[in-house]
């Protein structure tokens, strides 16, 4: 290791002084990892995306060839991980879980990060699509059109349960309620098992939640969707209409992905991305997430660049009218 | 699939299984007992052990975890005035002060024996109860959320009776603190000053550990400095010889009434998802209070305190797993990591788990009443070694306090911002003692806060524009509770007006 530092130095002596700082950064990626890179959850242990991560970090180390040290820094949505990571070293053994609600909450106030521009985006491994749900048993709404039209009829009247303020199914009922030119009301409960909760004892008329976390309450017969925010129906809800084939462009899911600090080089990132990619085509990794839930769904570090781009532009028209309130 | 009784005895009485229920008990007491590590922290901690044990068995190990912990943070408690977990802050109230009173071993006692029977409440309630129980709890909506933490909020009326101001003042001061971070109608951050590490708010543990164990720390190092001031009376250690037992038949046939009336309290706020376990021990310390004919000796240190906030907090964990199970809604924090163990296992819970899984499912909850009895025969066991830590040297338990609650705190997210927050109550609860404020109403304050504030919010928003008595009125549990909280507040007056004109008897 001391020789090749020496050999470098001696290197960057000859060179130009711009040419040495690409020399010694990229000198590390040669061989990366050589210790155990650490993982940050930037939520609280034994949630969804915790389970999530531990479960992937199993699968991803034994293709990175080190262990990933899943550390737990829970807080305010995910901000305060992912500022952590943002102030650590890119060096590439700092990463951090990245989800929609790390893009979001930047939009809704003054975050200590920029989503966009203090982030390296590794890649993308759990995209969970939204659906919005109502009792099965609850006769005013048959089709997705029943629930536009009462909405319609009765501003503020229907209630729809969300996880939280300000989280990604909050915004996906205000993109619903500009899209549609409704004024539906969102309730905010903590964590969806207390929205869960409010909505199958009939307190609220309905919930937007992710499949994941819907799914069992439909499965046994308690919860019926009314409307699927996705491009396409899911294979598992053949006879629900989207929201598009219903003439709403509502297209939302909450995505769970990895980052790391602004200029982490481009070959740890590769390099990192690709131990995940292999993961998520391991059909026991496959199997394992099916058991809890989370649709595994893998983009590399451009597309779930463009992805939060994405989520970025389509939410900060939103944001600030909600800001305005 | 048919299960058989013999089958599941079978399965649970698997030496491993029983080993499991062993261990996850006396991890669990320890997790308990130290203040700042959880039960939902042990839970979280062992979850990625359970992924590669059979479901029946990781379950088993995370349900006697968590009875464990209901138990645990009773000793720390007891012995050193803090609460090992914040389900044991009632248990504060009559616990340390029997300890200066210099009946350690016997708080110790009574707390593993009501723990034991408030366990073994919650357990045969879910195992006999749990659907219709699930489907109960549903009634309860953002409303009543509101006005059960308005109810709970009487309790400062109750055990601040002699100072009613300085309660109010302290409580509202909780109240307050429960104000900082995200506001939950629109997520935007108050009174954070711009740090991202208060934007979920001050956190309770930390604020916990500060507010009773600096004072308390503070108060054995002046005692070290001048031991002049010492008082026979409050030495804080056994005076009786240390022995082993149970408390006495006379006296648990008495405490009837108290551990049935803390259990069903403890079973109940468990089961709702948007309680926790240390409104379910004030509570019963609340009511128990309440019923009592000799109301004003709580708080000085008598059994009674310990058995309601014990035997609740122990009820609570299985009334806490009813809606989990059942519902696959968690009835708090542990339950809800629980849950995810379930998950992992392909078992979805939810109406489907008994009937399709019931061989895992009564597995686990038959070998629950196995840990309760481990967790009986290792409290009962090991009282007399815990009193030891009375019996420590001031001046190294103080240091050794001061320890743990810097740990405890930087544990709770692996956060030194927590440190700094532990500290600062704790200067803030030194100044309440000094000035003859009590710390409990500000901790109530801090719990119930949020829970009144969310659900006042989402009440409003849910009574689409409707009048709200109307609205409220019309909502059987919300009139109901809304009774028992004006009863709730009018019944200290009620008390002092009947003494004064009967003060033979006060």
């Not at chain 2, 440190?419 to 803030?428: E, L, P, T």
């Amino acid at each position: 290791m001391k020789r090749r530092k020496i050999f470098s130095i001696i290197i960057a002596a000859a060179m130009t002084i711009a040419f040495t700082m690409i020399v010694v950064s990229s000198a590390p990626a040669i061989d990366y990892p050589k210790k155990p890179v650490t993982m940050i959850v930037p939520f609280k242990a034994g949630g969804g995306t915790d389970i999530g991560s531990r479960i992937v970090a199993n699968y991803a180390e034994k293709n990175l060839g080190q262990p990933l040290i899943v550390k737990n820094v829970d807080g305010g949505g995910s901000e305060v991980g992912v500022s952590q990571m943002v102030r650590s070293k890119p060096d590439g053994y700092t990463i951090c879980g990245f989800n929609s609600a790390s893009v979001t909450l930047t939009l809704l106030r003054k975050a200590s990060y920029d989503a966009l521009n203090d982030v390296e985006p590794i890649c993308l491994l759990v995209s969970d699509p939204r659906l919005f749900a109502v009792r099965a048993n609850d006769d005013r709404f048959k089709t997705a059109a029943d629930f536009i039209k009462y909405a319609k009829e009765n501003p503020e009247k229907l209630t729809i349960g969300t996880s939280g303020a300000g989280t990604s199914g909050h915004l996906s009922i205000l993109v619903m309620n500009k899209a549609a030119g409704i004024k539906a009301k969102p309730v905010h409960f903590k964590g969806a098992g207390a929205s869960k909760a409010a909505f199958l004892g009939g307190h609220i008329d309905a919930v937007a939640q992710t499949f994941g976390e819907v799914w069992e309450m439909v499965r046994t017969g308690q919860a019926r969707v009314i409307a699927q925010a996705t491009e396409e129906r899911l294979k598992e809800l053949p006879d629900v209409p989207t929201f598009k084939e219903a003439g709403i462009n509502l297209v939302i899911s909450s995505n769970r992905g990895l980052a790391a600090p602004k200029g982490t080089p481009k070959e740890i990132v590769d390099k990192i991305a690709d131990a995940f990619k292999q993961a998520s085509e391991n059909p026991k990794y496959l199997e394992d997430m099916a058991k809890i839930g989370l649709p595994v769904k893998y983009l590399g570090p451009e597309e779930f660049g463009k992805l939060n781009k994405l989520e970025h532009d389509t939410y900060s028209a939103i944001a600030d009218e909600l800001k305005k309130k | 699939m048919e299960v058989t009784i013999l089958d599941v005895i079978k399965n649970v009485f698997q030496l491993g299984n029983v080993l499991i229920a062993a261990g996850g008990v006396l991890i669990g007491i320890i997790f308990g007992a130290l203040p700042g590590f959880t039960a939902s922290m042990g839970v979280a901690i062992l979850l990625p052990v359970t992924f590669g044990m059979e479901p029946a068995a990781g379950l088993i190990l995370l349900g006697s975890l968590f009875g464990g912990a209901m138990y645990g943070g009773s000793i720390a408690a007891i012995l050193v005035n803090t609460p090992g977990t914040p389900s044991a802050a009632a248990t504060v109230l009559d616990g340390h002060p029997m300890c200066k009173k210099g009946l350690a071993g016997e708080a110790l006692r009574e707390a593993v024996f009501a723990s034991f029977i408030g366990g073994i409440f919650g357990v045969t309630v879910l195992l006999l109860f749990a659907p219709p129980l699930a489907r109960i709890s549903l009634l309860f909506g953002p409303p009543e959320y509101f006005l059960l933490a308005l109810f709970g909020l009487t309790i400062i009326a109750t055990i601040s009776e002699k100072a009613i101001f300085k309660g109010l003042i302290a409580g509202v001061f909780g109240l307050l603190i429960s104000t900082i971070g995200m506001d939950p109608l629109l997520g935007i951050p108050r009174f954070t000053g711009g740090i991202v590490n208060l934007l979920d708010g001050i956190q309770l543990v930390p604020a916990m550990i500060g507010l009773f164990s600096i004072p308390e720390t503070m108060e054995m190092i002046r005692r070290h400095m001048h031991p002049e001031e010492e008082r026979a009376e409050e030495t804080c250690v056994d005076i009786r010889s240390i022995k082993i037992g149970f408390p006495k038949l006379k006296q648990v046939i008495k405490f009837i009434p108290i551990y049935i009336r803390s259990s069903i309290i403890g079973t109940g706020i468990g089961i709702l998802p948007g309680a926790g376990g240390s409104i379910a021990s004030f509570m019963a310390y609340n009511e128990t209070k309440r019923a009592s004919k000799h109301p004003e000796k709580f708080g000085t240190g008598i059994s009674e305190g310990i058995a309601a906030a014990e035997s609740a907090n122990n009820a609570m964990a299985s009334g806490a797993m009813i809606p989990m199970l059942t519902l696959g809604v968690p009835g708090d924090s542990v339950a809800a990591i629980m849950m995810g163990g379930l998950m992992v296992h392909g078992l979805q819970p939810g109406a489907e788990l008994f009937a399709r899984n019931g061989h895992i499912v009564y597995t686990f909850i038959i070998a629950l009443y196995l840990a309760n009895v481990f967790m009986l025969l290792y409290g009962t066991y090991f009282a007399p070694y815990f009193t030891l830590v009375t019996n420590t040297p001031r001046h190294f338990l103080a240091v050794s306090v001061l320890l743990l609650t810097v740990m405890g705190s930087y544990a709770l997210r692996g956060n030194i911002f927590d440190v700094y927050v532990m500290v600062a109550f704790g200067i803030i609860g030194y100044l309440m003692k000094v000035h003859g404020f009590s710390v409990i109403p500000t901790v109530l304050g801090i719990i119930l806060g949020p829970m009144a504030e969310s659900g006042l919010n989402s009440m409003i928003a849910i009574s689409t524009g409707e009048n709200i008595v109307v609205f409220l009125v019309a909502r059987p549990i919300s009139l109901v509770l809304i009774i028992l909280t004006l009863l709730s507040i009018a019944f200290p007056f009620y008390r002092r007006i009947r003494e004064s004109h009967n003060p033979t008897k006060a």
